[in-house]
C-alpha cells in the first residue's frame, strides 16, 4: 500500500490549508489513520486520528479547536483541515495508516506511511 498525501504549500499566519491523503489501493477502509508532522530539528509528533468509521476522532493539544480529520471510505482518502495556523504548525506533514480499527498517537502502531507534503506557515 502506498499513500500519496498532498496539498502542502506556504500560508500566512492565521490562514488555511486542506491536507489530503489517498492510498494506492483502497485497503485502508478498515483501518484507522493518522496525520503526523515532523518540523526541521524535532522529531515527528502525532496530529490527528480517525477510526475506520469515523467514529472515534482524537487530536493532539495543538491541533485541537483548530483542525479537522475526515475521512472518505469509499475513496480511500483522509483529509486534514488547518485553520488558523501559525509558523510553529511548519513542518513536513505524513498520513500514515494503522494496523488497527483506530487510529491512536502510538506511532508503531501505523505500518504504511505517506512520503509528507510540506506546510510552511509565514509570520
Known amino acids: 500500500v502506498q499513500l500519496q498525501a498532498f496539498g502542502g504549500g506556504v500560508v500566512q499566519a492565521g490562514g488555511s490549508l486542506r491536507l489530503s491523503c489517498v492510498a494506492s489501493?483502497?485497503?485502508?477502509?478498515?483501518?484507522?489513520m493518522g496525520w503526523f508532522r515532523q518540523a526541521p530539528g524535532k522529531e515527528r509528533e502525532f496530529v490527528a486520528a480517525?477510526?475506520?468509521?469515523?467514529?472515534?476522532?482524537s487530536y493532539s493539544e495543538s491541533a485541537k479547536g483548530r483542525f479537522t480529520i475526515s475521512r472518505d471510505r469509499v475513496k480511500g482518502m483522509v483529509s486534514l483541515q488547518m485553520n488558523n495556523l501559525n509558523p510553529e504548525d511548519t513542518a513536513v506533514y505524513y498520513c500514515a495508516q494503522s494496523r488497527f480499527a483506530v487510529g491512536g498517537s502510538t506511532q508503531s502502531n501505523y505500518v504504511y506511511w505517506g512520503q509528507g507534503t510540506l506546510v510552511t506557515v509565514s509570520s
Open positions: 489501493r483502497r485497503t485502508n477502509s478498515n483501518n484507522g
Open positions: 480517525i477510526s475506520w468509521n469515523g467514529g472515534s476522532i
